[in-house]
């Protein structure tokens, strides 16, 4: 009667697992760096930028497969804010992190891990607008707050950038 039920529970579990998703690395790129997270945001948040603009201007152009593929994009934009926060290795940081010590060091890593944390839950809420956009019925969505955090993240991005100064 246990092994049943162990293999039942273990089985629900298996789609939280099969969805986790990583920051992508590039083609020839080994591992993962701070400056491909930062390309990878550019390319993953300018879909859902792109389907903002385009839905401000003919809401009705756009299809569940566009919205769709926005929260995809948004998902992995934040897989790799997430990864640099969650990063205890240091390997994920900007390479001027190298170039500090002691307490500079210290408050420089703070300020990068509270940056992408900041963009994580910015990119968060970004996904949410697309969701309900597309659980909305297509002849009411309307793209004025998904527009408004697409400027939001650029500005975020733009934090996230002067870290590399």
């Not at 629900?12 to 099969?18: D, I, K, N, Y």
């Not at 240091?90 to 060091?105: F, Q």
């Not at 697309?130 to 998904?146: G, M």
Request: charged share 20%; glycine share 6%.
């Amino acid at each position: 009667m246990r092994f049943p039920l162990l293999a039942a529970l273990l089985l629900s579990l298996f789609p939280l697992f099969a969805g986790a998703t990583e920051c992508p690395k590039g083609d020839n790129e080994a591992t993962l760096t701070f400056s491909r997270v930062m390309r990878n945001f550019g390319r993953f948040t300018g879909i859902a930028d792109s389907v903002a603009v385009n839905g401000m201007q003919n809401p009705a152009a756009i299809r569940n497969s566009d919205i769709q593929n926005a929260i995809d994009k948004l998902d992995l934009a934040a897989t790799c804010a997430s990864a640099v926060v969650h990063d205890s290795s240091g390997s994920l940081l900007p390479l001027k992190a190298g170039d500090l010590r002691g307490p500079e060091h210290d408050a420089y890593v703070k300020l990068v891990r509270d940056t992408m944390q900041d963009f994580e839950d910015g990119l968060e809420a970004y996904q949410g607008v697309y969701q309900d956009l597309l659980a909305a019925p297509p002849a009411i969505r309307t793209f004025e707050k998904a527009k408004t955090w697409a400027d939001e993240i650029d500005a975020r991005a733009t934090r996230a950038h002067a870290l590399l100064q």
